[in-house]
């Protein structure tokens, strides 16, 4: 069983900053990506940020230069540092997992290429 669980959203103003995180827990066996995204009323979920497995990292231009993520991977925790946030942050944000198999004896991760989506957590932003 895997689940996801955000945290860490809140209201804030203009220019403040805000840290999600998000937890993935599950079998021990395989390894996480680690992938946020957002959806504003009205629009479409997009890509906000990743990190994989091995910490590379991925940013939105919409981000990028604002946003860090980060990982723990001791507990598959991911952490999302935003920073000069903006009106047009306020969104649910998601964070989804996908399942990776380990270095070796691949075939332990049965569920690997399997996504899973936490419930999500509010950021507002208002000016």
């Known amino acids: 069983q895997v689940q996801v669980v955000e945290s860490g959203g809140d209201s804030v103003q203009v220019g403040g900053s805000l840290r999600l995180s998000c937890a993935a827990s599950?079998?021990?066996?395989?390894?996480?990506?680690l992938t946020w995204y957002r959806q504003a009323p009205g629009k479409e979920r997009e890509f906000v940020s990743g990190?994989?497995?091995?910490?590379?990292?991925t940013y939105s231009d919409s981000v990028k230069g604002r946003f860090t993520i980060s990982r723990d991977n001791t507990d598959n925790t991911a952490y999302l540092q935003m920073n000069s946030l903006k009106p047009e942050d306020t969104a649910m944000y998601y964070c989804?997992?996908?399942?990776?198999?380990?270095?070796?004896?691949?075939?332990?991760?049965?569920?690997?290429?399997?996504?899973?989506w936490g419930q999500g957590t509010q950021v507002t932003v208002s000016s």
């Open positions: 989804k997992t996908t399942l990776r198999p380990p270095g070796v004896a691949a075939w332990l991760c049965s569920g690997a290429g399997s996504n899973y």
């Open positions: 599950g079998p021990t066996v395989c390894r996480y990506d």
């Open positions: 990190i994989d497995k091995d910490g590379r990292t």
